[in-house]
Structures are given as C-alpha cells and as structure tokens.
Nanobody, 126 residues
C-alpha cells in the first residue's frame, strides 16, 4: 500500500523541541520531494518546509526563522522535521506530503503535493 505515515507528535512546553517522522511505504521516498504542512484549529493549512531529491537545500517557510530543519534518511525511507523553540501558536496537526518525482520540483512554491499522510498532532502548552 502506497502511503505516508507521520509519527512523533505530542505535547511539548513552549520553547521546547520535537521531531516528527514521515515514513513512506509502497514506494521509495528518495525519488520524490517531500513537504511538511500544518493546520492549526480554525485556520487554513500552511506550508512549513520541503526537501527535494537533491537534499541540498531544504526550503523552510521564512516565518519559521530557521527554527525548523528538514532532513531525509534514505536508509529508513523517512523524512524528519526537527522543530525547536516551539510556540503555543504552533499547535496544529502536522502533515507530510509527496511532491514531484525526480529533479525539477520547485519546493519553495509548496504546491503540487498529491499523497498525504494522516497527520500528527502537536500541542505546545505549559
């Protein structure tokens, strides 16, 4: 079955860190761009980051100011989202999604994703 599964969500205090995992099954993740998105309660979904097949320069939303890092571990068929200095307003369901195949996918646009995971809930609260 072709799917993406997120894990690692939970409750974290403001200023804390959390790492989310996005593991693929049914396909080889290293051939695709992978994006991270989030949707806070009552708000629209927003793009967080994206890593293309070169892994050379993952894109992160400028609003994050470098607090989030996206890395790919091909041996585990997994992409990780490392989040630091989390804020209460970043409480949301975080999703990973599959973008384009091979070279040429423009991550910075954060569009064109077709396969979505079920989401991981992140709560930032004291």
């Amino acid at each position: 079955q072709v799917q993406l599964v997120e894990s690692g969500g939970g409750l974290v205090q403001p200023g804390g860190s959390l790492r989310l995992s996005c593991t693929a099954s049914g396909f080889t993740l290293d051939s695709y761009a992978i994006g991270w998105f989030r949707q806070a309660p009552g708000k629209e979904r927003e793009g967080v980051s994206c890593i293309d097949v070169t892994d050379s320069d993952p894109y992160s939303s400028p609003s994050l100011k470098g607090r989030f890092t996206t890395i790919r571990i091909n041996a585990k068929n997994t992409v990780y989202l490392q989040m630091k200095r989390l804020k209460p307003e970043e409480t949301a369901v975080y999703y990973c999604a599959r973008g384009g195949y091979g070279l040429g996918f423009e991550c910075s646009v954060l569009a064109g994703f077709s396969l979505w995971g079920q989401g991981a809930r992140v709560s930032v609260s004291s």
